[in-house]
């Protein structure tokens, strides 16, 4: 058993497997929609029903969910399939009916998770009990107020704290409907080694065919679990139509994936070097995506330098640029030479970026 499971106690006295399965609806629609979506779920690895009653919209006038009508379809679920439940609740009264019927866990969902009062009174409404709360990441990419937001319970006495990545907002457009920024649940890992952290390929894609590929770098990078929308009617659903699949395509979907073993020492080798290379693959698509950025403003340069019949290259800027990276490079560990090589590619390849705009 690695250091880390050890301390997701919680999560192991659960006994529930790894990864976690939450699954479920956007929304509880109808109890005949709950209840057929949770019978089909009860066949896959499903471990936990999710549905959200009280649906924070980012917009007035889309669904915006049944309510406390819903609880009771829950608990009904539960009894039928023996799944656990969960629900998201985003305000002190809906902690205390969620209380009052009995739903197992609880999440707060990222545009809660943003504000400190608000959790605050979520933490208060919880005190003296020992609920599981499952906190979403906030929807800015901000790791404290993450952090924050755990640490708000914690004071409240809840112990049994676990973290949902979701993935972040961006005004630029992107192929995930909220980009994953692997590096801050990375950086949440490491300082709170002891939380499980479970990813939510839904509402990070946006889209059902990116589910896979986004729970495989979860399961990759050393998550604990998975919460993904499961709908009996995907296309057809009140909310989150586009990244919505079927319970029979969840289960297919989690026996596809790739589950890194657990004990033994070879098996402790091989999850601790997957682990690591998960993490150099996501620095290296930073790295390339830094270097595209670059390449783009140089390219911008290149035009301004053309319209303005300034010369491409100046080679003052060149050797400040030079000077300061091999310094900066050296305190993190790089050797001049190694700057310098990395460098002067990187150079050329503006230059050649910028001779295309000038040869055109
Ligand atoms: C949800 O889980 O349905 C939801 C609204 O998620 P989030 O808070 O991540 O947007
Ligand atoms: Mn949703």
Redesign the pocket.
Known sequence: MSQNQQARQWLRDMNLGHPIVIAGP??AETQDQLLTTAHGLAKTKTSVL?A?LW??RTRPGNFEGVGALGLPWLKRAKEETGLMTTT?VAHPHHVELALEHEVDLL???????VSPFIVQDIADALKGTDKIVLI??P?NPDLSLWMGALERFEKAGISQLGA?H??FSTYEKSKYR?IPEWQIAIDFQNRRPDVPMIL?P??MGGRRDLIFDLSQTGLDLNYDGL?I?SHIDPENAW??AAQQVTPERLGEIITALKMRQVGGSTEEFQNKLSALRAKIDVVDQQLIESLGRRMGIAVEIGQLKHDNNVAILQSNRWTSILDRMVEAGLKEGLSSEFTQKLFKAIHQESISQQKGITDA
Request: net charge positive.
């Open positions: 956007c929304s999710r959200g649906k924070p998201e999440w707060i969902g990222a545009r809660t998770t979403k990441n929807v949902i979701r993935g909220n939510d839904s509402h919460m929308e909310s989150d």
